[in-house]
């Protein structure tokens, strides 16, 4: 193990976790301003009942993921779920398990949604437009897919046992919202978008007037720079150690996505991306759904889950780590498999 092979991790690795940061910073003023909320509040206005509500929120979750990340969108759209189905007399389950599931389902769609696009992508990065020219498909399987699990799976929670009860949060759009507009364009266009967004998200911090406390504990620098120095510190021994870093450079697709599952559930999919891309894979949007994907088997298998857990244990829901993992053991293999099937083009 050389400073060479560390280096060449730390590359690969920290331009990924810099959007992502930036990208919660856009968003901390963004929520600050009212637009999550909002949003959530125009989606829970949906005719229809309980499943109509939970599928607007989920499309709301999936269109944050897109363009915010899905960590931006556990932790600023978790609430909002959370209190759509307060108001309207609905089990909180399906939107409490659907922030996360539909979070990590709909980050397929462009580089920026997830860290682990960006990491494995290092090799050969392109624009988001690009990105999602080929993934599309993919993506709106498994958006599709999560909902309708969800809506079936928790159908009893979807019947009202209170008066409805929607209360219109305030709005007031100022940097936050314009920087969300201006990541966007970045994330689309540029193919190296981690440096502007950061910038964008500290401008927006700053003229937002978002209170210090508030900015740390939504960029949470200490449990990013932990998994990112894991990442690292994994990335580093896959290029040191003969054959780790080659376990995705000639497998198939099939085989190829379910190696990054395994992979995910065992170490988290950030350092798991950093050691299965240490070799470029030989099918790295396969490698990417399996990523993506399979951390909705376990707790263990993302960042945003662990994100989760806090903000949900914080706005009073008991989210439970067992019962995440016995939904997922149902929906990882339905929304993979028919993802891989929807993904031709690789």
């Known amino acids: 193990m050389t400073w060479a092979h560390a280096h060449e991790a730390f590359s690969q690795a920290w331009p990924a976790f810099a959007l992502v940061a930036g990208l919660l910073l856009v968003g901390a003023a963004a929520a600050r301003e009212g637009l999550f909320s909002e949003l959530g509040a125009i989606a829970a206005r949906a005719p229809g009942g309980g499943p109509a ?12 993921t897109a363009v915010l990340n899905l960590d931006t969108a556990v932790v600023f759209l978790t609430p909002v779920l959370l209190h759509a189905a307060r108001h309207r007399g609905l089990g909180e389950e399906p939107f409490l398990y659907g922030a996360v599931f539909m979070a990590n389902s709909a980050s397929l769609l462009l580089p920026g949604s997830n860290l682990t696009n960006l990491i494995v992508l290092a090799h050969d990065p392109v624009s988001g437009s690009a990105f ?15 909902i309708v699990f969800l809506a079936v799976v928790f159908r009893r929670h979807l019947r009202p046992t209170l008066a409805p009860a929607i209360d219109r949060p305030p709005f007031r759009p100022r940097a936050g919202s314009s920087a969300v507009a201006i990541a966007t364009v970045l994330v689309l266009v ?18 937002g007037r978002v209170p210090l406390r508030a900015t740390v504990r939504a960029a949470n620098p200490v449990l990013l720079g932990g998994v990112l120095g894991v990442a690292v510190l994994l990335g580093t021994l896959a290029r040191a150690i003969h054959g780790l870093g080659h376990l995705a450079t000639h497998t198939g697709r099939w085989t190829t996505a379910w190696l990054g599952v395994g992979a995910a559930v065992l170490v988290n999919n950030l350092p798991a991306a950093s050691v299965l ?70």
């Not at 080929?134 to 958006?143: D, E, K, N, Y």
């Not at 889950?305 to 293999?333: C, D, H």
């Open 53 to 64: 509500l939970l599928a607007s929120l989920l499309l709301v979750t999936a269109a944050v």
């Open 132 to 146: 999602a020219a080929r993934l599309w498909p993919a993506w709106v399987v498994a958006v599709a897919v999560t």
């Open 190 to 207: 540029l193919a190296r978008p981690a440096l502007p967004v950061l910038a964008v998200g500290a401008a927006a911090v700053l003229v």
């Open 277 to 346: 891309s240490a070799e470029a894979p030989a099918h790295p949007r396969a490698l990417l759904l399996g990523l993506d994907l399979g951390p909705n088997l376990a707790v263990s298998g993302s960042l945003s889950a662990v994100l989760w857990l806090q903000v949900a244990r914080a706005a009073e829901a008991k989210p439970s780590v067992v019962r995440y993992s016995l939904l997922g053991l149902a929906l990882v293999p339905l929304s993979l498999t028919l993802a891989l099937l929807a993904a031709t083009r690789f």
